[in-house]
């Protein structure tokens, strides 16, 4: 099955591909569905890619503002490997990708090879998803003189020094 890449400036327009995809993992997608809903509102620029199969969007990226990391979505090795490589022919350089932890490691080690630049983790980030609310236990404590010093030290180290 053909995979395509599509490159578009207007994230208007990657909102009517893809929204359909994105909007499937709200969770993993909250933060490129974020942007691409924040820039048809300001009209601010950026650089989208959609990796295209059967018609269907399959992965995601997005560089907005220009001179920030591109972010992408969750996607298979070989779409990120494919969007690797059309971004490095088009001549884009980017400045760094955040992305789930296998598919940043699969784009930036396609980036290497065709870039033939080194790529280095410098921070991990973790996404968390309430999927069940449980019973929340509600007491009412009063606190007294004697509890003073010790709430006077807790709210002191919450403070900026």
Partial sequence: M?????FSEDPAFVLSRAGVFLSSRPVLHNLILSILHARVAHGDPGRYWMAIQR????????????????TLTPMEPTVAMAMADAIADAG??????????????TFAGQWSER????????Q?????????????????V?????????????LESRLPA
Avoid at 55 to 70: E, H, K, R
Wanted: hydrophobic letters at 40%; a negative charge; proline letters at 5%.
């Fill in 92 to 105: 884009v350089a980017l400045p760094g990708i955040n992305s789930e932890a296998a598919t940043a490691a």
């Fill in 142 to 154: 009063t606190a007294g003189r004697s509890d003073r010093a010790q709430l006077n030290d807790s």
């Fill in 115 to 122: 870039s033939k630049s080194a790529a280095t983790p410098f």
């Fill in 2 to 6: 053909e995979l395509k890449v599509q």
């Fill in 124 to 140: 991990g980030n973790r996404l968390y998803e309430l999927l069940e609310l449980g019973e929340v236990s509600r007491r009412q």
């Fill in 55 to 70: 018609d269907d969007a399959v992965g995601v990226v997005v560089q907005s503002p220009l001179t920030f990391p591109a």
